[in-house]
Structures are given as structure tokens and as C-alpha cells.
């Protein structure tokens, strides 16, 4: 009889390999380069910087970077929002003269949404942009991807997004993964399934967000929410590659943990918000791909990681503990070290296969993902890429358990 483990092993073979598999026939059959426009007008633009306990961090940069776009300064409008920081990010604000500024309470339960609705129900610009306080773009981001909105069905174009200066194993870590991510988004693109706009830069229609109800001011991933919403309503979503927004990254395992807490449990509490979207073939392929691959993330992840666990930990450990009981945990019984009981070459044939197979396709998209982002694979040390593969997905792994621990116990979330 198959085992338990023996079926969620297998199963999570099957759906890694065929979720690689299926995007890599994406990019083989679709072209990755962008096609060059050309920005013929300057429609009026408002970017909105929310920012809520951010004096300590990055919002001086990110305020000067929008600053010093590359960009008609009589068609931009740049707002500062203060969102009841208790530090000195007011101060901050204050200090550039330049900028329009908007001070704003904090009630319990609100989030940047209601700082950027605030912003967005008097914004003047055509295109709409929320840039997260810890956030720098290249100056020639709007003149590269205002010329994207080919058509009115396109509601949003997102810049490629990296870590900026990563330090520390974490962050570099990261850096990978964000490349990975957003080589995977511009294949989505291709096939309308995108299901998030990051916050740092993603450009919006100003008039499809007012027509659709404005971002969710308690939400807690926003951006996931307001994307997931602008797919039910079958508007467009597109990647680019050739600009590029930096963004900071956590460099502790709090920091990471409290951040991706915060992603999984949107992920999922959004997902089944939207639930009715699954399966539909009114969403084509962003309703038989995207939306399942959204939950079987998670599960993925968590069965994994609880698998291990009971393979490599809890059932050795049993295991030793049953056979000291056998011989009342007499440890000065003799070792046997018979070769019948040491079994160093006893592997599974089948499994070795499929992780052979499985690595060496990872090892291909990490290769194209660089190439496609322009970066290069060893820029920060030739430890980078092993500890993303043997790290990352442990990382993630628990951070989804969390999630599912605190849904099971109803936490709520502080931040």
C-alpha cells in the first residue's frame, strides 16, 4: 500500500515540475523583448508617497528619486502623505517644499490604502503611482512605461522590481528571489496573470481605480487585492523589464518573517475573497493558472515542510527511541555497525530522478531569469544562488505554516 507521504511527495513533484514546465513553454513560445515606443505626449501624472513611521529608513530617497524624474515638472503632481507616524517622518515631509503634503489620522485597522485613497480621490494626473516610502526609481521610468498603455483595457504597467544593495545572506537571498518572481510576472503578462502590483511604482488609470472602487483601506496586502480586482473586471495588467525600481529588503529573520506573514495570509485571505473567480472561464487562463497556483502555493509549501519534518526528524527520532526501549535503554548495549543495518546506499532511485530533473530545469530559469533582468549570477558572491536553492524554500516554507497557524487560531494581524 502507498503511503501517505509516499502521495504528498509525489504530488509535489508533480506540481512543481509541471508549473516550471508550463512556463518555460510560455517563454519558448512568446517573445521576451520589449517592443520600443516611443512617448509622444506627456499626459499629467500624480505619484502618491505614503508613509507611516518611515524617518529612520529610506523616505528622504525615495522622495528625491520621484524628485528628479526624468519628466515635465508642470505634468507631475508628487504628495507626501503622513499617515499618523509617531516619529519624525512629518518632519521629513515638511522639510521639501516641492512636494504637495497631506497629514492624515490613524484609525485602528487602516493601512496605506486609506492613505493612498486619500491621495488618489483628488489627484489630477491621467496616470496614478504609489510609491512605497522605501522605494528609489531610475529617472526614466515614466518615459519608458506611460508609451505601455497601448490600449483603454490596460489598467496597469508594473517596472521590474530588485533589491537595492543587498548585504547580508538574507537580502542577497532575496535579490534572487525577486528575480526569479518577476521574470515568472513577465511570462504571466503574456497571458494576462498577473495577480499583484507591487507598491513601489506600479501605474495605474486613475479614472479605472475611481471607477472600480479605489484600493481596500484595510486590506492587508492591497496590492494583491486591487489587482485581484482589476482581473474580475477583465482589464490588462503588463510587466516590463527595461526599467527598473530598487526597493529595501529585511535583514533579519523577524523582519522576513513578520513580512512574508503578512504576504501568505493576504495571498490566501484575498484568494478566497475572490474565490468565485476560480475555475471561471470567463478569467481564461487567469482563472484555471493563477488563482488555484495562488492557494496550492501554500499547500505546497506546508506539506513539504511537514513531510520533512516527519521523514528526517520525527520518525528517526521515534524510531531510536522505540528500539532504546527494546533494550530498556541500556546504552551500554554494544554498537552493532553490520552493514545489513547501516544502509548509507539505500536511496530511493525514482525520487533522485525527479529532484536531478527538477534542479537541473531550476538551475535553467534561474540562468534565463538573470539574462532577462541584466544581471549577473555570481554579482554577489558565488554563495548567492546555493543558499537561495537550499534556503529559500525553507524560509517561505515556514512562514506559510505560521499562516496557517494563525488562521487556524484566528491572530490578528498588528501590522
Known sequence: MISATTIIIWTAYFISL?????????????????????????????????????????????????????????????????????DNTGDIINSYKEIKQL???????????????????????????????????????LIKMLPHFSDKEIAAVLPLMKIVNPKKLLQKIQWCEYLVNFFYKKLMSKL??????????????????????????????????????????????????????????????????????????????????????????????????????????????????????????FQPLFRGMYNLSLIDFNLNVPFTNSINNFKLLDLNYTNTFFIIIIFI???????????????TMIRYGYVTIPSYLILYSLLASVAWMSVVIDLIINRKQSW
Not at 126 to 133: P, R
Not at 223 to 229: G, K, N, P, V
Open 18 to 86: 509541471y508549473v516550471i514546465v508550463f512556463w518555460l513553454l510560455v517563454f519558448l513560445d512568446n517573445t521576451m523583448e520589449e517592443k520600443k515606443r516611443k512617448l509622444r505626449k506627456y499626459p499629467y501624472v500624480t505619484i502618491v508617497i505614503p508613509a507611516y513611521n518611515e524617518g529612520k529608513r529610506f523616505l528622504r530617497d525615495t522622495i528625491e528619486s520621484a524628485l528628479n524624474l526624468n519628466y515635465p515638472k508642470d505634468r507631475l503632481e508628487i504628495v507626501a502623505v503622513n499617515h499618523g507616524s509617531s
Open 192 to 313: 494576462d496573470c498577473i495577480h499583484v502590483t507591487p507598491g513601489p511604482f506600479s501605474i495605474y488609470r486613475t479614472n479605472i481605480l475611481r471607477k472600480i472602487g479605489m484600493f481596500d483601506a484595510t486590506n492587508l496586502t492591497e496590492d494583491l487585492e486591487i489587482s485581484l480586482r482589476l482581473q474580475k473586471y477583465n482589464y490588462k495588467i503588463i510587466q516590463v523589464l527595461d526599467t527598473e525600481v530598487y526597493t529595501l529588503a529585511p535583514d533579519t529573520l523577524k523582519e522576513f518573517y513578520q513580512q512574508r506573514n503578512r504576504w501568505y495570509k493576504g495571498a490566501v485571505l484575498n484568494a478566497f475573497r475572490y474565490k468565485n473567480m476560480m475555475f471561471n472561464k470567463r478569467y481564461g487562463d487567469f482563472g484555471f493558472i493563477q488563482m488555484p497556483r495562488i492557494l496550492m502555493a501554500g499547500i505546497t509549501a506546508v506539506s513539504l515542510l511537514l513531510v520533512s519534518l516527519y521523514q528526517y526528524v
Open 361 to 375: 530545469i531550476i538551475i535553467v530559469v534561474l540562468k534565463l531569469a538573470h539574462r532577462y533582468t541584466r544581471e
Open 103 to 141: 497629514h492624515i489620522g490613524r484609525k485602528q485597522g487602516e493601512r496605506k490604502g486609506k492613505a493612498v485613497n486619500e491621495v488618489l480621490k483628488i489627484a489630477k494626473g491621467e496616470f496614478f503611482i504609489c510609491m512605497d516610502a522605501d522605494s528609489t526609481i531610475e529617472r526614466d521610468a
